[in-house]
């Protein structure tokens, strides 16, 4: 059996109709005359963009790609290979994961086991080298623009005491001053340390900057009050917002690469008394969309959460505050459902993470676009399911439900503080208890818990009021744990979060009881015969499995009514 030859470069290009046979042959003859490669030749004639040609070798020879025009520099990687060694490599480390001992490196030959095992040489045979194809060009711009900077905080801060003065001019490009190296530093640090948002908050004689880690507000540095004018300015420019304007609140969105996986911070301001306060959300692509078994939920929610989604149509209901990983969870669900034969439609404000075969929009305040209307026109796409981001009054309700009804399956989100409560904020909206009867499939109420540090936790036996809160009898032998605080965690004593969910689902008894205008405690006691567990109850069962405290559930939900039960 004869084996089978490699696809050329030219006929791979010619089959994905991304050149033309007579642009292929222009190429060939203009190849022939200079020598150069067959991709170089291709981009420098205009027929094909480095990004779209690095994007397809990368995917036909299996291989990570990456673009390296946004990316942030990691010092931490960079330290590990010197500049002068890595241009003689044709290799640049783009980033490092501490916790996996994985080093990412951006090179033209990710074949080229000779400079994978130079590499490994040099940073150490117990790292392991991730290669990533990157075009020439690029390479040799970032060999450039990475090398030969101060790229730490503290360094940048410390070039920055000699600025009297920073012209917003130099700010607007990809440049290398200080000021706007001190931003991808601020955005790199952010997101290495796991945080979900940045605050950039003015004082009168200082900024302020905190990141919200596992659900915490964390002060991490104060800069004196002269550098936020400029810095405001480089975050509008990368953001896309009016760096003129600064009396009006602005919205706007960065795209940034870390190593292999590409990032993207949803950016706003708001004018304050001492300057504009901005906050960035960070939406981490790779960590956004989690398959469903990867979720950590107990066996009960998994189970429950399966049934649920077995149903061919009807609604189901995600609630909880801002942050408490609603969007995760529902991208979870449909990639779960996601396959060839059903569409999946969104309405989403914004959208936050891209789904492959999902047929995803935002709602559009410009265009007159709300969730109602934009539900309207769903419907006229023979959808299959639906995901609408909120429902926030009674038409959109309306149109959800009426969706649900005409046989679709329909998910989307409330802000109620239990699964139980969603009844009552549906009737406040309009939702009369005939609609809701037979339509609801059922309702999931979230919340994300801090995970204890591994490395640091401290176990104890529980008093007398903590058997009580967790239902465990006197004498029973029992260990718990608290959190210390370590390096590892940043002193805290927390790393991580998980979800807990309660997965009310509605069953033909549950259906009666709304149908009935049945109050919230009693359909949650009709639930709990049945086998429904709460927020606290699934809360307890991770505190004696070891995952988190009391003190964090305690934060989280409401368990002074253990208390009271006698």
Not at 109 to 131: H, K, Y
Not at 148 to 171: A, K, P, R, V
Not at 523 to 533: D, P, T, W
Request: aromatic share 6%; proline share 3%; with cysteine.
């Amino acid at each position: 059996m004869s084996e089978k030859k490699p696809i050329r470069l030219g006929d791979l290009l010619i089959d994905e109709n991304i050149i033309t046979p007579d642009q292929l042959k222009i190429a060939l003859i203009e190849q022939k005359s200079t020598g150069e490669q067959l991709g170089k030749v291709l981009v420098s004639l205009g027929f094909v963009n480095e990004d779209t040609l690095r994007d397809l070798l990368g995917e036909s020879l299996g291989q990570q790609s990456v673009s390296l025009k946004n990316h942030l520099p990691d010092p931490v990687a960079l330290k590990m290979i010197d500049q002068e060694q890595a241009r003689q490599l044709k290799a640049l480390p783009i980033s490092f994961d501490e916790d996996k001992k994985q080093l990412a490196v951006a090179m033209i030959d990710t074949f080229n086991i000779v400079v994978i095992d130079r590499i490994s040489q040099l940073v150490g045979a117990d790292i392991d080298i991730e290669p990533v194809l990157v075009s020439e060009t690029e390479l040799e711009y970032a060999l450039d623009q990475f090398y030969g900077f101060e790229l730490s905080i503290d360094g940048i801060l410390n070039e920055l005491e000699g600025y009297d003065s920073i012209d917003q001019e130099q700010l607007q490009g990809e440049t290398s001053h200080p000021l706007v190296r001190l931003i991808d530093a601020l955005l790199l640090d952010a997101v290495k340390k796991g945080a979900s948002d940045i605050h950039f908050e003015p004082e009168a004689k200082y900024l302020r900057i905190r990141y919200r880690i596992d659900g915490v507000l964390r002060q991490i540095r104060s800069l004196h009050h002269k550098f936020w004018s400029a810095m405001v300015v480089r975050l509008k420019v990368m953001s896309g917002m009016d760096i003129t304007e600064t009396r009006l609140p602005q919205d706007g969105r960065i795209g940034l690469t870390l190593g292999t996986h590409e990032i993207d911070f949803r950016v706003a301001s708001q004018p304050t008394v001492y300057g504009e306060n901005v906050v960035l959300r960070i939406l981490d692509r790779k960590k956004g969309i989690v398959p469903l078994d990867k979720l950590q939920l107990s066996d009960y929610a998994f189970a429950q959460l399966q049934l649920m989604m077995a149903r061919p149509e009807g609604i189901i209901i995600m609630t909880g505050p801002t942050g408490s990983g609603k969007t995760t969870t529902l991208y979870s669900m449909l990639n779960h459902l996601n396959d060839e034969s059903v569409n999946i439609m969104t309405l989403e404000d914004p959208v936050e993470y891209p789904m492959i075969m999902v047929r995803q929009s935002s709602i559009n305040s410009a265009l007159k676009m709300d969730f109602a209307g934009g539900i309207r026109s769903l419907m006229r796409q023979d959808p299959d399911i639906i995901l609408i981001g909120e429902v926030r009054d009674g038409e959109t309700a309306t149109m959800a439900f009426r969706a649900a009804m005409t046989g679709h399956k329909v998910f989307t989100t409330l802000h109620t503080n239990s699964a139980v409560a969603s009844f009552t904020r549906l009737r406040d909206i309009g939702v009369q208890d005939g609609i809701m009867t037979g339509n609801i499939i059922g309702i999931v109420a979230q919340r994300l818990v801090r995970r204890l540090c591994e490395h640091c936790k401290q176990a104890y036996e529980p008093g007398d009021v903590e058997r009580k809160l967790l239902g465990v009898e006197a004498g029973k032998a029992v260990t718990i744990f608290s959190a210390a605080g370590c390096e590892h965690c940043y002193q805290t004593g927390y790393k991580g979060r998980f979800a807990i969910m309660e997965v009310l689902r509605v069953d033909a008894e549950i259906d009666n009881h709304i149908a009935h205008s049945a109050t919230p405690y009693e359909i949650e006691q009709k639930a709990q015969q049945n086998g429904f567990r709460t927020l606290a109850d699934e809360g307890i069962v991770k505190i004696l499995e070891g995952m988190t405290s009391i003190d964090e559930l305690s934060r989280i939900v409401d368990l002074t009514r253990y208390l009271n039960d006698d």
